[in-house]
């Protein structure tokens, strides 16, 4: 996963841009109380690609969406929304 991020375009549809932009947007409208909406977007993002590097590695069992509430709890925990 390390690898590849330095072939990635940094333009403004990457999955990266986007997050951001998402919680930019997310913190301009008060709903975000993370002090950064960049760390904010790199935590979300790191708690949806780990457990999809897990299932690679087998370290999970598929599918990824049986994990979806757990995701989607952590992500709320981690930006303060729960």
Do not use: C, N, W
């Amino acid at each position: 996963q390390h690898q590849a991020m330095r072939f990635l375009k940094d333009d403004d549809a990457s999955p990266v841009a986007v997050m951001i932009r998402v919680m930019q947007e997310a913190a301009r409208r008060g709903e975000l109380v993370h002090d950064d909406p960049r760390l904010a977007a790199a935590s979300v993002m790191g708690l949806v690609l780990q457990p999809a590097v897990f299932l690679i590695y087998q370290r999970l069992d598929p599918p990824l969406a049986r994990y979806t509430a757990g995701i989607i709890g952590a992500a709320e925990r981690a930006l303060g929304l729960s």
